[in-house]
């Protein structure tokens, strides 16, 4: 496989429900970023990893759980999420910061 | 607060005619420019960067900086329909920091055959 994987793309999951995000990149990259995109709004930055090494967190809620455990592999640990949770995660990864490729996407309803 | 913004659209374009996309940001230290388009149920793909003032083409896209007006834009010539699709714009906001991307909320094109 080539580029950013990224599964499942799509989740429906109750408010009780604890479920995973998986994203894999083949490119090499050192970076790897979770997106969450609701509908008409910008792309939110949740999660940044360099190097595997968390560097950025903005202001995200703890029903949201990252987790890097190499440059290759990010994952998204979600548990009691919120009907407003409900979007478009999109894992993405990228060399130093230039030209960010994106998975396909999960997207996530929550009931 | 650093912001992006682009209109919302849809931008209506016919066929062969040129489509123009605009962007604005606030933030005067912003270094790096980027055009993303994304299809209809899919992930955002990059078509064009700019990091510096002036006009950068590649293809049928023209990318324009004006830093002293703080506006980025993308020019498509020739439309066509299989550009339709939604256009976001994405600012570097620091220098020393090439993971804090700002983003539009995109400008949706549509192109008319």
């Known amino acids: 496989e080539t580029g950013v994987t990224q599964t499942p793309r799509h989740l429906v999951m109750g408010m009780t429900n604890k479920k995973s995000l998986k994203c894999e990149q083949h490119?090499?990259?050192?970076?790897m970023y979770w997106y969450k995109q609701s509908a008409k709004k910008p792309l939110e930055l949740m999660f940044v990893?360099?190097?595997?090494?968390?560097?950025e967190n903005n202001s995200v809620p703890s029903r949201f759980s990252p987790e890097c455990p190499n440059s290759s592999h990010l994952f998204l640990h979600l548990h009691t999420l919120q009907p407003e949770d409900s979007a478009l995660y999109l894992c993405?990864?990228?060399?130093?910061?230039?030209?960010?490729?994106f998975g396909s996407g999960t997207q996530l309803s929550v009931l | 607060q650093k912001e992006v913004e682009q209109n919302s659209g849809p931008l209506s374009v016919p066929e062969g005619a040129i489509a123009s996309l605009n962007c604005t940001y606030s933030?005067?230290?912003?270094?790096?420019f980027f055009w993303y388009r994304q299809y209809s149920g899919k992930s955002p793909e990059l078509i064009m960067s700019?990091?510096s003032n002036g006009d950068k083409e590649d293809g049928r896209f023209t990318a324009q900086l004006n830093k002293a007006s703080q506006y980025v834009s993308l020019l498509i010539r020739d439309s066509q329909p299989s550009d339709s699709a939604t256009y976001l714009c994405?600012?570097?906001?620091?220098?020393?920091?090439?993971?804090?991307?700002?983003w539009g909320a995109g400008t949706k094109l549509i192109i008319k055959p």
């Open positions: 993405a990864s990228s060399q130093m910061g230039e030209k960010l490729f």
């Open positions: 490119l090499g990259h050192n970076a």
């Open positions: 990893y360099n190097f595997k090494e968390q560097t």
């Open positions: 933030d005067r230290g912003s270094q790096s």
């Open positions: 700019i990091y």
């Open positions: 994405a600012v570097n906001i620091a220098a020393d920091s090439n993971y804090q991307l700002i």
